[in-house]
C-alpha cells in the first residue's frame, strides 16, 4: 500500500511540474516572435500624397461669372485716335467648370460698342469658348485652401457686328485672376484680347487677320455644386498595417494551437491519474488533489439535459408517478439550468396528483442562435424540436418559449427585437409540428448576461408543463 501511495503522489508531482516546465522529450528551442500590439494597432493618422488630388464629380466646382469695364478697338486701318480715345463700355457673361484645380473651361459671351477704324460707333457681340490654365493650382494638393489664382486662356470663338452682318471667325486669349472672399463667392479681374479678320468693322482685307479688341473688366465669380478639391490618401501605411494584422493574427493562431494542445494533454493525464486512484481504491480520499480548476467563477455553456428528456418520457407514461418512492419525501424540488419546478405528491385512491400545474416538467431544451442573427448554430438542434412536439402533442402538454439575446452586443431596443424574433422562430417551428397557438406561451427576455462565455447568452428555452 505504500508503494502505491508514493506511486501516486510521484505521478502527482510530475503533473505539477510539467504545468511550469516545457517537456524535455520535445525541441526546447521555439522561436517567439515579438510584436509590439499598443502601437501597431494605434488609429492611422492619414498622409496624402504630394501633388495629388482626385478629379471633380460631374456636379462639382461649376462657375458662373458677370464682369464689366473697357474696351478698345485697334483696327486695320488704325484711325487717327489713340487708345483712350477709342474706349467704349462692355460686359461679358460666362459659365465655366475646372475638371481639376489647374484645368477648365468655360463659354463667354460679350458685347456692347466699339469704335472702327473711321471712330463711328457700332455694335458687336461675341461668343467663345475658352481653354483655363490655373498656374497656381498644384497648390490645391498641398493645402486646404487657396485664396489666389491666376489662370492665362485661350479659345476661338464668333464675332457678330451687328452694323455690317459680318460674322468672322475670332481667336480669343488673356490672364485672369481670382480671389476667393469665400467658399461661395470670388473677385475677378480679367485682360483679354480678340484678333480676327481686318474686314470686321467693313474696312481692310476680308482674308488677312487684323482687328484686335482690347478688354480690361471686373466682376465677380459664384461657384456653384460641390467646391473644392479632395487630396488623395497615401494607402502604404494602411497596406503594412493589414500586412502586420495578418500576421499577428497567423501568430495567434498558432499560439492559440499551442495551449490547446497543451490543455488536451493536461486533461488526458487528469483522467488517467483518476483512473489510477478509483482503481486502488483512493479516489475519494486523494480525489480532491486532482480537481480541475472551476475557481474562475465560469459557468460554462447551459446544455441540454437529455436524460431529463428520457425521465420526462418515463413519468409520462404513468403521470402520477415521480420517480421516487412515496416513502422517502412527498415534497420534491428539482431544477436544472434555470428551470425549476414543485411537485407535491398525495398519497390516496387517487394516486398522486402533481402540483401546480404550471411549473416546468424535466429539463429546459435550449437552441443557441448565431449572432445578431435568428439562424441556428447547428442544424441538427431541429431533432429536439421534433420531439418536444412529438411529447407535447401526445400528452396535451403546454409549451413556454423564451428568447434571449446577448447584452454585450446591440442597443436594448435591437437585443428586445432580437429575442423576440428568436422566440417567433422557435413558435414558428412547433406550430409547424400541430402544436397549437393557444398552448404555446411566448417570453422575450432581451439582452441577458446570465452565461459565459456570453456566446451562451444567444438562445431560446423550451420549456414543457402541464395546462390548467
Known sequence: MTKQLIFIFAVLCSLQAHASVQSAQGDTVRSLSFYNVTEELQPIQPVYLDGVTLPASQTGNWFVSITGGAM???????GCEDLFGRLKPSYSLAVGKWFTPSVGARISYSGLQFKDGTLSTQDYHHIHADLLWNILGRRYARQEQVRWHFAPFAGVGLLHNVTNKHNPLAVSYGLQGQYNISKRVSAILELSG??????????????????????????????????????????????????????????LSKENKHYANLNDQNHRTFVELKKILEIEGLLDKYGHLIKEDNTNGHKGYPMNNYSGLNSLLARLKNRHWNGNSPLDSINIQSGNNG????????????????????????????????????????????????????????HGLSVRVIGAADSSTGTPVLNNSLSMSRTDYIVSELGKRDIPTERIVKVSRGGIADHIPVEANRHTKVELFFAE
Open 339 to 394: 428551470c425549476s419546478f414543485a411537485e407535491s405528491a398525495t398519497i390516496g385512491s387517487g394516486g398522486m396528483i402533481p402540483m401546480p400545474a404550471e411549473k416546468c416538467i424535466g429539463s429546459p431544451v435550449y437552441f443557441f442562435f448565431n449572432l445578431n442573427t435568428v439562424h441556428l448554430t447547428d442544424a441538427s438542434q431541429i431533432l429536439n424540436l421534433d420531439e418536444l412536439a412529438r411529447v407535447a402533442n401526445k
Open 72 to 78: 478698345a478697338f485697334l483696327g486695320t486701318p488704325i
Open 194 to 251: 480678340t484678333t480676327t479678320f481686318q474686314d470686321f468693322d467693313g474696312y481692310g482685307h476680308p482674308n488677312r487677320l487684323g482687328d484686335h479688341m482690347l478688354l480690361l473688366t471686373a466682376g465677380f465669380t459664384f461657384h456653384l455644386g460641390k467646391v473644392g478639391w479632395k487630396r488623395t490618401v497615401d494607402a502604404t501605411p494602411y497596406v503594412r498595417q493589414n500586412e502586420w494584422l495578418v500576421d499577428y493574427a497567423s501568430f
